[in-house]
């Protein structure tokens, strides 16, 4: 099955700064609605941020001014840049794109931060 695959993730300390990836497959063009959720221990997955094909973004409440979603063409992928992390951020990173009809899904990438 088609899916993207998310790197990046890791153990840092709350104030510090991770940069998530999505890498698509060459069938999945990275010209696509593309979204980054999250999951905590307990909690039903979140949605954290939102890229169009037209370049529009939009994010969570909860990570505006801390996050940010961009596209990298060169590398058929797209990147969550997170700065300024708290333990609340604490959770699996999945990626997901729009691609014939449906949303694909990632495995997902753990961020833990530390206090």
């Known amino acids: 099955q088609v899916q993207p695959v998310e790197s990046g993730g890791g153990l840092v300390q709350a104030g510090g700064s991770l940069r998530l990836s999505c890498t698509f497959p060459t069938r999945i063009s990275v010209v696509n609605h593309v979204a980054w959720y999250r999951q905590a221990p307990g909690n039903e997955r979140e949605y954290v941020a939102r890229l169009t094909p037209g370049g529009s973004t939009d994010y969570s409440d909860s990570v505006k001014g801390r996050f940010s979603i961009s596209r990298e063409y060169a590398k058929n992928s797209v990147h969550l840049q997170m700065n300024g992390l708290i333990p609340e951020d604490t959770g699996v990173y999945y990626c997901?794109?729009?691609?014939?009809?449906?949303?694909?899904w990632g495995q997902g990438t753990q961020v833990t931060v530390s206090s």
């Open positions: 997901s794109v729009y691609n014939a009809g449906a949303w694909r």
